[in-house]
């Protein structure tokens, strides 16, 4: 079974269209995570949230927005799609241990290419 | 300047040599993480560390918390080595990490 999966795969879509990437997560975590990797191959923390609430909400624009149905899922919106958008999105899932480090488990990423 | 920094950002290495890689980093951490990600563009958690040392296998981590600096070794280095090696920091915010920008490693046979 996988751990972390997302859907779609891959998405391309015209700048202006509103689209969903849905993650969910069979591990039992109670934190989940969006990430961005621009065409560099950098990657950068977008949410966060621990049992269905908002923890990490990173400098982004209002466009984006996570919905946690459960704590087993995190998806992601995002309206009126722009070229910088443009990037492959990765889910993660951690059992959060407080500060002491929590492993991460990621899913294997959407590209999404806005056209 | 990144928080965290990485270097080499490309290595090309024969296989079976030794292979090092370095990141430091200039914030406080409770843990530093190594992530490899496959050409297919997967993502696995290789070690999550915050003191000593740590072996898997050919891979071996290591940290020094008072430099602020930890390396990744590849021994006896193989083509199936080739990936991004990434080198994250993560603080105490439920697991928030900081990524360094990826060491690209390729091994030729």
């Known amino acids: 079974d996988t751990a972390v999966s997302q859907t779609p795969k891959y998405l391309v879509t015209q700048m202006g269209n509103d689209k969903s990437i849905k993650c969910e997560q069979n591990?039992?975590?109670?934190?989940m995570y969006w990430y961005k990797q621009d065409s560099k191959k950098f990657l950068k923390i977008m949410f966060s949230?621990?049992?269905?609430?908002?923890?990490i909400n990173e400098t982004v624009p209002n466009r984006f927005s996570p919905k946690s149905p459960d704590k087993a899922h995190l998806n992601l919106h995002i309206n009126s799609l722009e070229l910088g958008d443009s990037a492959v999105y990765f889910c993660?899932?951690?059992?959060?241990?407080?500060?002491?480090?929590?492993?991460?488990?990621f899913g294997p990423g959407t590209r999404l290419t806005v056209t | 300047k990144n928080e965290v920094e990485q270097s080499p950002q490309n290595l090309t290495a024969q296989e079976g040599e030794f292979i090092t890689i370095n990141c430091s980093y200039s914030?406080?951490?409770?843990?530093l993480h190594w992530l490899q990600q496959h050409p297919g563009g997967g993502i696995v958690s290789l070690f999550m560390?915050?003191?000593g040392k740590k072996k898997h296998g050919r891979l071996i981590a290591t940290i020094n918390i008072q430099e602020k600096h930890s390396s990744l070794h590849i021994t006896a280095s193989h083509p199936r080595d080739s990936a991004v090696y990434i080198c994250?920091?993560?603080?105490?915010?439920?697991?928030?990490?900081?990524f360094g920008q990826g060491t690209i490693l390729t091994v030729h046979p």
């Open positions: 993660a899932s951690s059992q959060d241990r407080g500060h002491y480090g929590v492993e991460q488990y």
């Open positions: 914030v406080g951490i409770s843990a």
């Open positions: 560390l915050s003191s």
């Open positions: 994250a920091v993560g603080g105490t915010s439920y697991g928030k990490l900081t």
């Open positions: 949230y621990n049992n269905k609430e908002l923890i």
């Open positions: 591990l039992g975590h109670d934190t």
